[in-house]
């Protein structure tokens, strides 16, 4: 099985070509020589011959090589390719610039988010191309035009946006420059690629995510419902669908934007079809990049599974739940601390209809936003301690909003997680479980572990050692770098096989 540092041979790529296998979608791109077109692997043209076939582990080395994307299966739905290392420093530096590039914050002006990037992960810039460059084949500024224009490409095809409004939230300073842009790579102007894909609009915008199968559907709304707070968000079953809906409040460019979303699975076509506010247009690529990372969408459940299934068999399809507001995880980590999910939900609950800010949608269940940073920045004890929050979890509340609220803290997919973590731990009344926890969620860290967890204690049968904290985490080295989705697995009660216990260096 090809595990997460593998690269999938030209002949394995093409037998999955064949199947259209699913489980391949977004790892690699098929070039045909005979069309200059390039296509996911789940396409339903007819499979081209081997001998036209070049394959490409991203898009953006299919562009490079001059092919253009393929209008039936739109590689822009594809599930981005996610790759962990805890061995090569050049493969984690190449994978977290690009993890970085993905995010629609970094889509300005490109030299200067070249140098920003680099500065922002410690090296120079030219020393950030030469690792990138011998990592994906592409140059970071080739990886991220590709990234913006498939960004437009898709708002193109499923919205009714106007073209000077998709080239700047697609991250082009100017429309002639991306009018540019889209005729180099594409061939054709962007009012061309609407009217061929022109289609009619329900209320709000609609776009469709694609996945990697297997992914267990009930175990994650099951679990969206467990957590469900009122006025912000509901989950409701119609018609054999299941729908997942929520206000949602985003601050980007000195403006704030608030709105709604509505989210059901497609599982027949391993996608996900988001409906979004008009009032979040402007913020849309942001929207979608928290959605992926909300439904871990973006996971690669081979690589996972290479790892974990021995001791997880039952648990292949499960997704670590994300969020989309790192913020509002975070406090809601805190309200969990040492209670029930039933009793923070309940505290979770009168927080929002304190501090929360009423927000207009066409859905009767949601009326509110979560509270803003700012807003609990501020927050009396009195006034918490009327919810029923305890002091030490009131200082932990405040501290993250001010955190938050003055930019010191980061708490989104593109943070720099130890840095986070420990930054967390300074704060009062959060430990390492609330830490990590926060970690495994809205950093979306694959490899977190809360070591102290009362529960994976019991799971792995060393609550009774002197250390057990320290002895869950020899045991988890095992499940490296998915650490994250062992810990789901194992509150799922999935485990049957514990990882073999290194010897520990204090015996002989």
């Not at 959060?430 to 977190?448: E, F, M, N």
């Not at 049968?461 to 002895?471: D, H, I, M, S, T």
């Amino acid at each position: 099985m090809t595990t997460q540092n593998t690269r999938l041979a030209d002949d394995d790529c093409y037998l999955a070509l064949k199947a259209k296998d699913a489980r391949f979608d977004g790892r690699f791109f098929t070039g045909v020589l005979s069309t200059g077109i390039y296509c996911r692997p789940v396409c339903n043209v007819k499979t081209p011959l081997r001998k036209n076939c070049r394959f490409f582990s991203h898009a953006a080395q299919a562009e490079s090589a001059g092919f253009r994307p393929c209008l039936r299966c739109r590689p822009e739905l594809a599930p981005h390719s996610v790759h962990w290392s805890i061995q090569d420093a050049s493969f984690i530096l190449a994978h977290q610039a690009a993890r970085l590039l993905d995010a629609p914050d970094s889509w300005t002006d490109e030299a200067a988010s070249i140098e920003k990037l680099a500065a922002r992960l410690g090296v120079s810039s030219r020393h950030l191309r030469r690792i990138f460059e011998a990592q994906f084949g592409v140059s970071p500024l080739q990886y991220l035009q590709t990234r913006r224009l498939l960004t437009a490409k898709q708002l193109l095809a499923d919205t009714d946006m106007p073209v000077t409004q998709v080239a700047l939230v697609s991250g082009f300073a100017s429309v002639r420059r991306f009018n540019a842009a889209f005729v180099q790579h594409y061939r054709l102007n962007p009012s061309q690629m609407r009217r061929q894909q022109a289609r009619p609009q329900p209320e709000g915008i609609t776009v469709r995510l694609g996945y990697r199968p297997p992914y267990d559907v009930p175990a994650m709304l099951a679990f969206i419902e467990r957590h469900c707070i009122n006025a912000i968000e509901f989950i409701a079953t119609d018609a054999d669908q299941t729908c997942v809906g929520r206000t949602f409040g985003i601050e980007s460019g000195g403006k704030a934007h608030a709105g709604w979303l509505l989210a059901r699975f497609d599982e027949a076509r391993s996608q996900l079809v988001l409906q979004v506010s008009d009032s979040l247009r402007e913020v849309l690529p942001l929207v979608i990049r928290r959605v992926r990372g909300l439904f871990d969408l973006d996971a690669d459940p081979a690589a996972i599974n290479s790892v974990l299934h021995a001791s997880f068999p039952g648990g292949d399809g499960l997704r670590v739940p994300g969020a989309l507001d790192g913020f509002e995880l975070a406090v809601r980590a805190v309200l969990g601390q040492q209670v029930t999910v039933a009793a923070a939900r309940t505290l979770a609950q009168r927080l929002v209809d304190r501090f929360g800010e009423p927000v207009k949608t066409p859905w009767p269940l949601l009326t509110r936003l979560f509270p803003a940073p700012a807003v609990l920045a501020d927050a009396s004890s009195d006034a918490l301690g009327q919810l029923g929050i305890v002091r030490q979890r009131q200082a932990a509340i405040v501290g993250i909003a001010r955190g938050v609220a003055d930019r010191r803290l980061e708490l989104n997919g593109g943070a720099d997680v130890n840095a986070t973590i420990a930054q967390l731990k300074e704060l009062p009344g959060i430990g390492d479980w609330t830490a990590q926890y926060i970690a495994l969620r809205a950093l979306r860290w694959p490899d977190a572990f809360p070591a102290g967890d009362v529960a994976l204690h019991k799971m792995l049968g060393v609550q009774a050692l002197k250390a057990p904290a320290r002895e869950a985490e020899k045991a988890s080295l095992a499940w490296k770098p998915w650490r994250s989705y062992a810990v789901i697995r194992a509150w799922s009660g999935l485990l049957v096989a514990a990882p073999p216990m290194p010897p520990s260096p204090e015996k002989p």
